[in-house]
């Protein structure tokens, strides 16, 4: 069976790996010279590493992990304790440390406890209010989707303080939207996750670029068995055979046309809106896919003469737009620079800020960065790189769950794998690799049913 996979980024390259393993002729198609979508990386002029996002891997990502270490691919990352540490004007660092020794949920209550930006009351009303959560299930949270997490934070009795300081920042570093603005269902997802594993918090990076260290591996064990990664080839439209119910090729922006027996998209679910025929409108599957709007985000590197933070972890502030940020020269071993600072900005909510200049919008960071870490005044900035994304991963935003479609479509041989489709975890790079085995249980079930099969008269253009 011949599989055109558009879209090489997590989901992609999971689909493609699995499927060429079990001996489909595979052709991954990416519209970017980079592979790695949300989670790519490329080199300047300089030869420093400009990566497209922060990238921030938990415990909890079974999938990923397990789809890694099956693949020769386990020593990726470089692990961190599991800490959310936060910076502030008013209090410096502060950190919710996990306590290693305490059984699950005791050990994260116990590090909301010592938590010192928030008082005793603070505390108690949190530990409180989480307690439905922590000791609810799926089905629960699920049910929360209507609600954004500050309304339901507040009818809990948690209180403003403990979203202001630390939920607002949880959101953000989640899906770039504060509580006010994201599904309960988001947060609580992460929290459940966190209250019933023990390793679910701990917190890991790429050990540098995950383009060198995942993704050309990867295109190399594809390529290796068979399969065609080819980047630089962008979709533009579908083929359809509206009385076949089939889709009969992919049209490239150079003119040429790919066809095979299974089509999938990878792509985010803004990019598959743009090329869905519109015959398709007819299906409230595709038609739904409307209300699933990628946020924005914007991802700043700061190169500076001299180490600033001196933090080994990821950082996260209360009440600026610097979410959460890392001196990636400190948590990748391969970007060590010899004492000097590479500080990595996740810049969020980002909606009224990626319009500005570079200049104004590198002064506007410096300015946060500064309140944060006042020893930054004294650092000479040697340059800087900027990443706007308009649309990112989808927002989670109450009451548009509902919408996300299944991996198989009303199209017989057209299926769909991206953390926005239908899957129990969070728009991450695990949810893209959760939606990715599905599509593939899909693809394997059509097969088996027959719904599907081998068209042998389609040859290959372009």
Known sequence: MRVIIAGAGPAGFVVA???????????????????GGKVSAWQDADGDWIESGLHVFFGAYHNLLDFLNR?????????????????????????????????????????????????????????LGLLRPIFGDQAYVDQQDDESYASWHLRHGMGQRSLDEVMHTMSLALNFLRADQVSAKLPLTAMLHFAHEKQAPKMALVK???????????????????????????????????????????????????????????????????????????????????HLKGAPVITMQLFFDRQIAG???????AGTHLSVYADM?????????????????????????????DDELVRFVMDEFVRLHP???????????IVRIPNSVYQARPGVDKYRPDQASPVSNFFLAGDYTRQHFLASIEGATISARRCVERITEALASGTIAPAREVVAAG
Request: no cysteine; glycine share 10%; proline share 6%.
């Open 329 to 357: 020269a400190m948590v990748a071993p391969e970007y060590h620079t010899g004492g000097r600072s590479i500080m990595q900005f996740v810049v969020a909510p980002a909606e009224t800020l990626i319009t500005l200049p």
């Open 311 to 317: 933090v080994d972890n990821l950082l996260f502030s």
């Open 375 to 385: 020893v930054a005044r004294e650092a000479r900035l040697l340059k800087h790189t």
């Open 208 to 290: 540098g670029s995950p383009d060198t260290n995942i993704w050309r591996p990867l295109i190399r064990q594809i390529e290796g068995l068979g399969g065609r990664v080819e980047l630089g080839h962008k979709l533009v439209g579908i083929e359809y055979d509206e009385a076949a119910n089939r889709v009969t090729g992919f049209q490239l922006e150079d003119g040429s046309t790919v066809t095979g027996d299974v089509y999938v998209s990878a792509m985010p679910v803004h990019n598959l809106r743009k090329v869905l025929p519109a015959s398709w409108r007819k299906f409230a599957y595709f038609d739904n896919l409307k």
């Open 17 to 35: 790996r699995t499927l060429v393993e079990r001996g489909h002729e595979v052709v991954l198609l990416e519209k970017r010279a980079v592979p």
């Open 71 to 127: 693949y020769g691919l386990g020593d990726t990352f470089n692990w961190k304790p599991a800490e959310m540490i936060f910076a502030s004007e008013r209090h410096g660092l502060a950190g919710i440390s996990f306590v290693p020794w305490l059984p699950v949920p005791l050990n994260g209550l116990a590090g909301v406890a010592k938590f010192t930006p928030l008082t005793l009351g603070d505390k108690l009303r949190m530990g």
